[in-house]
């Protein structure tokens, strides 16, 4: 059984339908990339699994658990991470800080614990810090931790988001569009990145605007256009396949 | 520095009625400590969370008629001062809870209305509950405190005493929050609810959690407000209370605690010490000239004029606030330079 599971997920926004008949793996320890162009409905596929949006049809089912409908913080909590597309990190927080609400789903302490800062806070408080520290330190973000997210240079906010998400311990991570408006070198490095994430043992769901871009480092590619599936498979068989190609180039390239 | 500075004044604040032996003055110094505590309160919900939270005052009010209820002759219930303080905290909490389950889910502006809405109808079922809340008269005789045989009275100083005592544990209270999971949490709802839910934060808990505790703090201020006093009525609790205790936090500088201690003492004395103090004088000033006018005067009804006119300085010259937390700061001055934040994706 995989991870995670997609079975024939729709989801219509009024007459439009954004997600159609999606059937889809993640197993352990893979990167798998969803791809397509613009409004294909790859986000949507993101939003639906972490309960932005309940399904319209069809079943979403994370390590035998079924998310239909769950609400986002009880995604998290399951072992689930994501990153945005369009960067939302709390910008008037540190950097440090951010990572650190990014562990809350893991946290125990109560209200009163905090306001009394009894030492099982105190304790879990440092752990947290100190675990948020390993994982700016990962990204290259140490230098900046005492920073406001929103005073980080574009890509370091890319790698924060991921940085925030990880501190969840995930098993599951999805990431949508990290390179998205970096620099051809950024994203090279970036898809490094995703790969030692993996080696942490953190499978990935990956959305990605560039084919050629995934190609590499994926297990398994699945092309989304106007919310179908038009191919799934190995990167090479992918690349090749004709209605893939139409679906990038256009209708009569 | 840091350090050293808050406790000089602390040790500055504890000689207060050594050297200013005037009775009107310390009870005005004491009746600022309340409205700190207000603004305490509203900021955790404002300041922190970011929820715009109108008709505060009704949590003020709650606090004070519970203890009004359960330490006066009205019923012939006399609970001790004391434990009152956490109960009638408890209740002001409790109604914070059941307003907030439903209206915290709505958006902003929608909150806004809805405990704008709550804030009048207290005072209006107060008023009209007559049988027993005493109506428009409220509830006389209420207990003062007492401690080791040393009965309160009507001298302010053992309750100016007393709210500093309760504005330091305060401050401990809050700053441990700030700086903890719930801390973290109010603010990156903050800034960004739906991205603090993919964090694991329960947003709807969080949010009547600072709700709640941000009543709370107003019930306290209650209780030690009607003891003062021995008696309440419904109009120490309308809009125009709310509308106080938001300029406050508005003038300190909202989510700092220095900022809202200074804003509310600023508000405060001005409420309290200054502009009845002024009346004093011009009225003195008139009666002596024979100037029919000045020596029928009352400035403080000219008190809103004075808030607006000092709010609205504020807004052009330092929108943040006189002691701005340092995001404030940026958040005001930023979004003016950079445009808007990052649209919403999912
Ligand atoms: N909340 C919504 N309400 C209505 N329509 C929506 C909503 N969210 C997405 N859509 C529509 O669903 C379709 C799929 O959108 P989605 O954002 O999933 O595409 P995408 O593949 O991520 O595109 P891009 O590469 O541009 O990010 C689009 O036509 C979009 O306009
Ligand atoms: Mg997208």
Not at chain 1, 74 to 94: D, E, K, P, W, Y
Not at chain 1, 105 to 132: C, F, G, K, W
Not at chain 2, 37 to 48: K, M, P
Not at chain 2, 302 to 315: A, E, H, K, Q, S
């Amino acid at each position: 059984m995989a991870l995670l599971e997609l079975r024939a997920l729709c989801k219509n926004f009024g007459g439009l339908a954004a997600v159609n008949n999606l059937t889809l793996d993640v197993q352990a320890g893979s990167i798998i990339s969803l791809i397509g162009p613009n409004g294909a409905g790859k986000s949507t596929v993101f939003n639906l699994i972490t309960g932005i949006y309940a399904p319209t049809g069809g079943s979403i089912v994370f390590e035998h658990r079924t998310l239909n409908g769950m609400r986002p913080d009880r995604v998290t909590a399951a072992g689930i991470a994501r990153t945005f597309q369009n960067i939302r990190l709390f910008s008037f927080m540190s950097v440090l800080e951010n990572v650190m609400v990014g562990r809350n789903a893991r946290m125990h302490a109560s209200i009163a614990d905090s306001a009394l800062r009894t030492r099982r806070a105190t304790r879990e408080d440092r752990e947290v810090e100190h675990r948020a520290r390993e994982l700016l330190d990962f990204f290259g973000l140490t230098s900046y931790g005492s920073e406001w997210a929103r005073n980080l240079p574009y890509g370091m906010q890319r790698r924060l988001e991921i940085a925030r998400a990880l501190a969840s311990d995930p098993r599951l991570l999805l990431l949508d569009e990290p390179g998205a408006g970096t620099n051809p070198a950024e994203k090279q490095a970036l898809m490094r990145l995703v790969q030692s994430v993996r080696e942490r043992g953190v499978t990935v769901l990956l959305i990605e605007h560039d084919m050629h871009l995934v190609m590499g480092i994926s297990d398994a590619v699945h092309v989304l256009d106007y919310g179908e599936q038009i191919a799934c498979g190995p990167p090479d068989r992918v690349r090749h396949d004709p209605r893939v190609i139409e679906a990038y180039l256009g209708k009569g390239a | 520095m840091k350090r050293v500075l808050p406790l000089v004044i602390i040790v500055a604040l504890a000689f207060v009625p050594l050297l200013d032996r005037n009775a009107s003055h310390i009870s005005a110094y004491a009746d600022t400590g309340g409205l700190v505590l207000l603004a305490f309160g509203l900021n955790i919900i404002v300041g922190y969370t970011g929820l715009l939270a109108l008709g505060f005052a009704a949590f003020f009010a709650i606090g004070a008629y519970t203890y009004a209820f359960l330490a006066s002759p009205q019923f012939g219930i006399h609970l001790n001062f004391w434990p009152m303080i956490g109960v009638s905290a408890a209740v002001a909490g409790l109604f914070g809870l059941v307003l907030g389950a439903p209206t915290l889910r709505l958006r902003g502006d929608y909150l806004a209305i809805v405990t704008l809405g709550f804030g009048e109808i207290v005072p209006q079922v107060l008023q009209n509950l007559d049988k027993w809340t005493g109506g428009p008269d409220g509830i006389a005789g209420i207990d003062q405190p007492r401690l080791f045989g040393f009965g309160f009275g009507f001298n302010p100083v053992p309750y100016y005493y007393l709210y500093l005592a309760i504005i330091l544990v305060s401050l401990w209270l809050l700053n441990n929050l700030r700086h903890s999971r719930i801390g973290r949490s109010w603010m990156a709802i903050r800034e960004d609810e739906l991205a603090a839910a993919h964090m694991g934060i329960n947003t709807t808990t969080a949010k009547l959690a600072a709700f709640s505790l941000g009543a709370a703090f107003a019930g306290v201020a209650g209780v030690l407000f009607a003891a003062k006093l021995s008696t309440v009525s419904p109009s120490g609790f309308d809009f125009n209370t709310s509308v106080m205790i938001l300029a406050a936090l508005v003038l300190g500088g909202m989510g700092n605690l220095p900022g809202v201690i200074t804003g509310a003492v600023i508000i405060g004395l001005l409420n309290f010490l200054i502009l009845p103090q002024a009346t004093n004088w011009v009225q003195t000033l008139g009666q002596q000239m024979h100037i029919a006018v000045l020596a029928s005067v009352d400035l403080n009804q000219y008190r809103f004029l004075v808030y607006g006119i000092i709010l609205v300085t504020v807004m052009l010259f330092r929108p943040e606030g006189l002691i701005p937390s340092a995001t404030r700061r940026a958040e005001l001055h930023a979004e003016a330079s950079s445009g808007a934040p990052a649209q919403a994706d999912g």
